[in-house]
């Protein structure tokens, strides 16, 4: 588990000559969020059973702007996006995954009127994709039968009308997936959005994250599966608030994946 | 005869007026910044036909859904009554469309049973505003004329249903005693219970043409009145629902709008071959505005944001579901719709009276606090919920771009999230050589 990974960067590939099939965006939160890190070496673990050929950006990689557009700074949103189109467009990037909704929308979204048009995937729909080609196996394994909930990103869900790719792939666990009744298109922020990740909250009677993970916890379930570091973050939070650590885990969805059968 | 020029120059007032106050509301909207909403036309067409036509958004709650349906099918469908009471009142004929026979029985019929869904429905919005006091129409934000015009609607629309049928109950009686004029004619299921109740078979003749005449009279007046106050009132959606779901947008939900201006000022930043754009200065209500990064005011948002303000009719479902309001945080989308369409109102009379814009010391920001601005998730649980496509979400940007870029107004906790973009390329204090460490670990 915990052995150095060896991944390529883009340059790498760039200097072989050699043309990645996919580049993952690992994203900030995936970088250096010790929690969001081990969804990144979860995902890496699927994508090397896989044998799909990635690379990364590595230190050319830099924050999407997400956070900033949001928070009303667009100067900076767009100093961000200008950069990391002349980066992504000068490997001739095609195709990008990222296990953070966030970058996702930005990518997809957001890039092409400032000249970066990728066919950009969430890491559900590529795990999905993946498991329905056949190029990685999951049947039951690890979490068969245990009781899932999963949180839908706003940002895949809503922003996107991406709700089928992460439970098709919770499916292949043989669990029992519960839906919360906030869920798919009514289903309820974790209050991380909108750069509140990065501020206090405002003033109110309650933090979003508690009245979420109070939803989740009431489905009594053994796992709240999640597909945003974000997200992840806030529920952790949210289950550790009601001390529930110790019987509910909060996991992405790769991380299940990636466990299920020992990747 | 006399009856005949009064309804007709009533008829023509209320037209009239009502198309003044319509081209007041259209000016108002037109004040809001140029852009451009042609494209995936077929897309747009279905859209409305699904969601304000269908009102699909409308049943995700089926309660509410449904008796909105019954009014509103009501509403439009019992206006084809009022073609016959048009042409009666300026030609002084009497049920002047029952030559349809058996299909004329069929419309009537159907009026009167829709007649009576609308005056249960609305009886029944009522009670859930001022007996149940459902928590999203007792919110801060409806005190006063807001929830005053909620019930006024109501109790209008009650009203008018009585009277049409009050009058058709009259009628059928007059049609059974053979009265010259009300020949027999229509079909009378609701009606003739209300006869009969009221003991109208028991009245003289002249009483029922008085009851007839007067509900008549009523119901029509009553109609152009209420004409006129949708313009003026929460109401106008009946009207702008359409085109304001035709010109949504089609974009997936969390996708901002580029702003083209500052692209132009980064690349110049980035290369200093690059020319910066000029700004361009437009001519608003009679005065020569700069275009703002964001918006301070309702100039500075688009005509489309605008509309969406209008076509609110504060039904609250997109507070109902917003994770900042259910946490006892000062932001309700909602209100964000109101206080938009307040201030239009509010710079609209300015305009009314000096014939141009004059700066009036104010702008969005009197109405909308920082405090509701920073609490917004982008979630767009708001965008899902609004029966009508309104976007609150996209105002909030707006005004928070306005904030930030031309206040430098901002929380103290997104400075420091600016500061680490600018200069590590993420939102926390890593450098780019920490970029690969999590493959180490």
């Known amino acids: 588990m915990n052995e150095p990974l060896h991944i390529r960067t883009m340059a790498e590939f760039a200097a072989a000559g050699e043309v990645p099939e996919v580049l993952f965006w690992v994203g900030c939160a995936g970088s250096f969020d010790d929690r969001a890190r081990k969804i990144s070496k979860a995902f890496v673990r699927i994508l090397n059973a896989a044998k799909v050929k990635f690379a990364v950006l590595g230190q050319e990689e830099s924050c999407t702007g997400d956070p900033a557009?949001?928070?009303?700074?667009e100067f900076l949103f767009q100093m961000q996006a200008l950069n990391n189109v002349t980066v992504l467009n000068g490997y001739g990037v095609k195709r990008i995954v990222t296990a953070c909704p966030h970058c996702f929308n930005t990518l997809k979204n957001e890039y092409p009127a400032l000249g970066g048009s990728y066919e950009v995937l969430h890491h559900t729909q590529f795990i999905n994709a993946l498991l329905k080609e056949g190029r990685i196996k999951v049947e039951g394994g690890n979490f068969k039968g245990k009781r899932i909930t999963f949180h839908d990103p706003c940002y895949l869900g809503r922003g996107n009308g991406e709700y089928e790719a992460p439970r098709e792939v919770l499916l292949k666990l043989d669990a029992a997936l519960v839906e919360m009744k906030r869920s798919r298109a009514n289903g309820l922020c974790c209050g991380a959005g909108g750069a509140q990740m990065f501020k206090e909250a405002e003033p109110g009677n309650k933090e979003v994250n508690i009245e979420r993970s109070e939803e989740a916890l009431g489905m009594q379930p053994d796992i709240v599966a999640a597909g945003c570091p974000f997200c992840n973050t806030m529920l952790t939070d949210g289950v550790k608030h009601f001390n529930?650590?110790?019987?509910?885990?909060?996991?992405?969805?790769?991380?299940?994946?990636?466990?299920a059968g020992d990747l | 005869m006399i009856a005949q020029v009064l309804f007709t120059a009533l008829l023509l007032a209320g037209a009239l007026l009502f198309a003044r106050n319509f081209m007041r509301v259209r000016r108002n909207i037109l004040l809001g910044r140029d852009v451009t909403i042609?494209?995936?036309?077929?897309?747009?067409?279905?859209?409305?036909?699904?969601?304000?036509?269908g009102q699909s958004k409308m049943v995700v709650r089926p309660l509410a859904g449904i008796l909105h349906i019954i009014v509103y099918a009501g509403f439009v469908i019992i206006n084809i009554e009022v073609i016959e009471i048009l042409i009666d009142g300026m030609f002084g004929t009497h049920r002047v469309l029952s030559f349809l026979g058996g299909f004329y029985d069929f419309l009537i019929g159907s009026f009167e049973w829709l007649a009576l869904g609308v005056w249960v429905a609305c009886v029944i919005f009522l009670v859930r505003r001022n007996i149940i006091k459902l928590k999203r129409f007792v919110m801060k934000e409806l005190d006063g004329w807001p929830r005053t015009d909620a019930n006024l609607i109501l109790a209008a629309e009650i009203a008018l249903m009585s009277a049409f049928l009050v009058m058709n109950a009259a009628d059928l009686t007059l049609q059974q005693h053979g009265i010259e004029h009300y020949r027999e004619a229509g079909s009378y299921p609701v009606s003739a219970w209300i006869a009969e109740q009221a003991s109208f078979p028991a009245m003289v003749s002249g009483t029922l043409v008085l009851i007839e005449r007067a509900c008549w009279w009523f119901h029509i007046i009553g109609i152009l009145a209420f004409l006129n106050y949708i313009v003026v009132s929460k109401h106008l959606h009946i009207l702008l629902a359409f085109p304001n779901v035709w010109y949504s947008t089609l974009r997936p939900k969390t996708e901002l709008v580029n702003m083209p201006r500052v692209t132009g000022e980064v690349r110049s930043m980035l290369d200093p071959s690059v020319q910066p754009p000029v700004v361009v200065a437009h001519t608003v209500a009679g005065v020569e505005m700069a275009e703002r990064f964001g918006a301070k005011d309702v100039f500075d948002l688009s005509w489309k944001q605008l509309m969406d303000a209008y076509s609110c009719t504060e039904c609250g479902r997109c507070t109902s579901v917003c994770p900042a309001n259910l946490t006892g945080k000062l932001l309700s989308p909602r209100k964000i719709m109101m206080d938009t369409r307040d201030r239009l109102e509010e710079v609209g009379k300015v305009i009314d009276a000096k014939s141009k814009w004059e700066d009036d010391g104010k702008s969005l920001?009197?109405?909308?606090?920082?405090?509701?601005?920073?609490?917004?998730?982008?979630?767009?649980?708001?965008?899902?919920?609004?029966?009508?496509?309104?976007?609150?979400?996209?105002?909030?940007?707006d005004l928070r771009r306005y904030l930030v870029m031309e206040e430098s107004r901002t929380r103290p906790a997104l400075t420091g999230m600016f500061n680490n973009v600018e200069n590590n390329g993420a939102p926390w204090a890593f450098g780019p050589d920490q970029r690969m460490k999590w493959t180490e670990q």
């Open chain 1, 69 to 73: 557009r949001r928070a009303g700074n």
């Open chain 1, 244 to 259: 529930k650590e110790g019987e509910v885990q909060v996991k992405d969805v790769a991380e299940l994946i990636a466990e």
């Open chain 2, 38 to 53: 042609n494209d995936r036309q077929g897309e747009r067409w279905a859209l409305m036909a699904r969601v304000a036509l």
């Open chain 2, 365 to 397: 920001h009197v109405r909308i606090t920082e405090e509701e601005l920073w609490a917004c998730t982008t979630c767009n649980a708001c965008t899902e919920a609004c029966p009508v496509n309104i976007d609150p979400v996209g105002i909030i940007t």
